[in-house]
């Protein structure tokens, strides 16, 4: 069955980068919200791989990774007739579009805010221009669409409104091009913290592979890592994020994976200390984990590149359209 944009629903774009395994934190503050939205919505989920690059990768690694993205959107739920899936360097338009807005929207001092920035770049000896520029490739990615709305996790949510700002001031300077769009967060897992520390992010490129549960990390690893999670003092399972973070952390990936409410949680437990709580949380995660990679190993690379050929078949026409307008608007056509 193949994809068809329905005018009437409104546009989804959002991404992943290939730049390393993917983590339960990715999937909760993420995925899991792409799969709710691709029936309401004409979604757009890219494999953003220039993104990536901004950092440095192994180049055989890099190619394997791509076609794992797509294997880990197919495993979440996303389904090729209800959304469609690409790689963001197979349309060029991406990086053309982000060029223009470098020199005709964005400003240094937009730029020297962003955080992600800050905190990527903290204690590195040489970084990259690219890394420095990633949220206006990130702006290009998304206005590329006349997208309505970005679910992202929290760590995204200054690149949006950057987004938002730098489509504006083009639309003031040279008449209405951009659709101005919204950040969706999900009300929980939108920052889901790393097991070694709670007050740092899941991340996929973590110092140590304690930090985050890997969508591919076997049961029996992910159960490891869950048992030596970081707790906090005293031993009661109450959501209490400001005195105990690491428990707290947990309990959101406890209540994500079981659809179990944390009031109900802290209930269940009551009078019950962090081992039991951990040895629960564990067996949700590896009945997670199981479902999850039945799927991710039945999907051919083959496949997947018939998959992504598709999805860029599909967007170009879309990319090149915004583009053409707004190279006329700046007199380049
Ligand atoms: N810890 C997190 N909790 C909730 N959501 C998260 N996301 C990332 N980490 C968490 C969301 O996942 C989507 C894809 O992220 P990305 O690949 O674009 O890059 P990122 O945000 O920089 O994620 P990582 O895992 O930390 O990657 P690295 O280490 O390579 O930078 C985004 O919607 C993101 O918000």
């Known amino acids: 069955m193949d994809y068809k944009t329905n005018k009437n629903k409104p546009a989804v774009f959002s991404g992943v980068q290939p730049s390393g395994v993917l983590h339960l ?29 901004t950092v440095k990768q192994e180049p055989k690694q890099l190619s394997r990774r791509i076609l794992d993205v797509v294997r880990t959107y197919l495993a979440a739920g996303i389904h090729p007739a209800k959304a469609v899936i690409f790689q963001q360097s197979a349309i060029s338009a991406h990086t053309e579009l982000a060029w223009i ?50 679910p992202v996790g929290e760590d995204q949510v200054q690149h949006v409104e950057l987004t938002r700002t730098l489509a504006q001031r083009f639309n ?60 906090d003092s005293g031993s009661e399972i109450k959501y209490d994020l400001k005195n105990k973070p690491a428990i707290a952390n947990l309990m959101v990936i406890y209540s994500l994976l079981t659809n179990i ?23 949700a995660v590896k009945k997670f984990l199981v479902e999850f990679q039945i799927k991710y190993n039945s999907f051919t690379d083959d496949e997947v590149r018939q998959i992504l050929k598709h999805g860029a078949e599909k967007v170009r026409p879309l990319a090149e359209e915004t583009l053409k307008t707004v190279k006329n608007k700046l007199g380049i056509n």
């Open 25 to 53: 934190g990715n999937y909760l503050g993420a995925l899991k919200q792409w799969v709710e939205m691709q029936e309401q919505y004409n979604c757009i989920f890219c494999v953003v791989d220039y993104h990536a690059i």
């Open 101 to 150: 807005l470098n020199c005709a929207a964005a400003r240094l001092s937009d730029l020297n805010k962003m955080t992600q920035f800050k905190d990527k770049s903290a204690k590195k000896e040489s970084v990259s221009v690219g890394l420095y520029d990633y949220p206006v490739l990130m702006a290009a990615d998304i206005l590329l669409y006349n997208t309505d709305a970005v």
């Open 172 to 231: 003031r300077q040279y008449g209405q091009v951009f659709k101005i769009p919204e950040v969706v967060i999900s009300e929980q897992g939108a920052r889901i913290m790393g097991l070694d520390d709670p007050a740092k992010k899941m991340s996929k490129s973590a110092a140590s592979p304690a930090n985050y549960i890997a969508l591919t990390d076997t049961p029996e690893v992910a159960t490891k890592k869950i048992r030596r999670a970081v707790t």
């Open 261 to 283: 409410s944390l009031k109900e949680i802290e209930k269940n437990y009551q009078g019950q200390g962090y081992g039991e709580f951990k040895k629960d949380l564990a067996e």
